[in-house]
Protein backbone atom coordinates (compact mmCIF):
# COMPACT_ATOMS: atom_id res chain seq x y z
CA UNK A 1 0.00 0.00 0.00
CA UNK A 2 1.64 3.38 -1.46
CA UNK A 3 0.65 6.61 0.73
CA UNK A 4 1.38 10.17 -0.89
CA UNK A 5 1.58 13.58 0.98
CA UNK A 6 -0.19 16.20 -0.58
CA UNK A 7 2.72 18.93 0.60
CA UNK A 8 6.18 18.82 0.84
CA UNK A 9 8.03 19.77 4.20
CA UNK A 10 6.09 20.65 7.47
CA UNK A 11 3.71 22.82 6.69
CA UNK A 12 0.33 22.36 4.36
CA UNK A 13 1.09 24.37 1.39
CA UNK A 14 -1.53 27.39 1.42
CA UNK A 15 0.44 27.80 4.79
CA UNK A 16 3.65 28.04 3.46
CA UNK A 17 2.48 30.21 0.64
CA UNK A 18 0.62 32.69 3.10
CA UNK A 19 4.08 32.68 4.87
CA UNK A 20 6.42 33.30 2.11
CA UNK A 21 3.48 36.08 0.86
CA UNK A 22 3.82 38.10 3.96
CA UNK A 23 7.98 37.87 4.04
CA UNK A 24 7.89 38.82 0.38
CA UNK A 25 5.45 42.29 1.12
CA UNK A 26 7.37 43.75 4.14
CA UNK A 27 6.62 47.25 4.20
CA UNK A 28 9.55 49.90 4.41
CA UNK A 29 9.11 52.17 7.02
CA UNK A 30 7.76 55.71 6.46
CA UNK A 31 9.84 58.53 7.82
CA UNK A 32 7.24 59.40 10.30
CA UNK A 33 7.35 56.34 12.43
CA UNK A 34 11.10 56.13 11.70
CA UNK A 35 11.61 59.66 13.54
CA UNK A 36 9.03 58.52 15.58
CA UNK A 37 11.12 55.58 16.53
CA UNK A 38 14.58 57.47 16.94
CA UNK A 39 13.44 59.90 19.12
CA UNK A 40 11.91 57.05 21.19
CA UNK A 41 15.16 55.34 21.23
CA UNK A 42 17.16 59.01 22.14
CA UNK A 43 14.77 59.54 24.81
CA UNK A 44 15.48 56.11 26.40
CA UNK A 45 19.29 56.63 25.85
CA UNK A 46 19.40 59.88 27.92
CA UNK A 47 17.42 58.67 30.40
CA UNK A 48 19.04 55.72 30.76
CA UNK A 49 22.71 57.13 30.80
CA UNK A 50 20.83 59.96 33.55
CA UNK A 51 20.12 56.87 35.75
CA UNK A 52 23.33 55.80 35.24
CA UNK A 53 25.20 58.67 36.17
CA UNK A 54 23.27 59.50 39.59
CA UNK A 55 23.69 55.63 39.96
CA UNK A 56 27.64 56.10 39.47
CA UNK A 57 27.44 59.36 41.82
CA UNK A 58 24.81 58.51 44.65
CA UNK A 59 25.41 54.28 44.51
CA UNK A 60 27.46 54.23 47.61
CA UNK A 61 25.08 56.05 49.98
CA UNK A 62 21.83 54.38 48.60
CA UNK A 63 24.13 51.13 49.33
CA UNK A 64 25.14 51.94 52.85
CA UNK A 65 21.86 53.31 53.53
CA UNK A 66 19.91 50.37 52.88
CA UNK A 67 22.36 48.38 54.55
CA UNK A 68 22.64 50.43 57.68
CA UNK A 69 18.78 49.59 57.64
CA UNK A 70 19.11 46.11 57.22
CA UNK A 71 17.15 46.26 53.44
CA UNK A 72 20.25 45.41 51.63
CA UNK A 73 19.75 41.37 52.09
CA UNK A 74 16.51 41.36 50.53
CA UNK A 75 17.68 41.51 47.10
Known sequence: MRFT????????EPARQAYISVMKNHPALSPPRLAGMLLAFAAFAAMSGFAFAMWMQHGTK?????????LSWCF
Open 62 to 70: IFLTMAESG
Open 5 to 12: LRHRGLFP
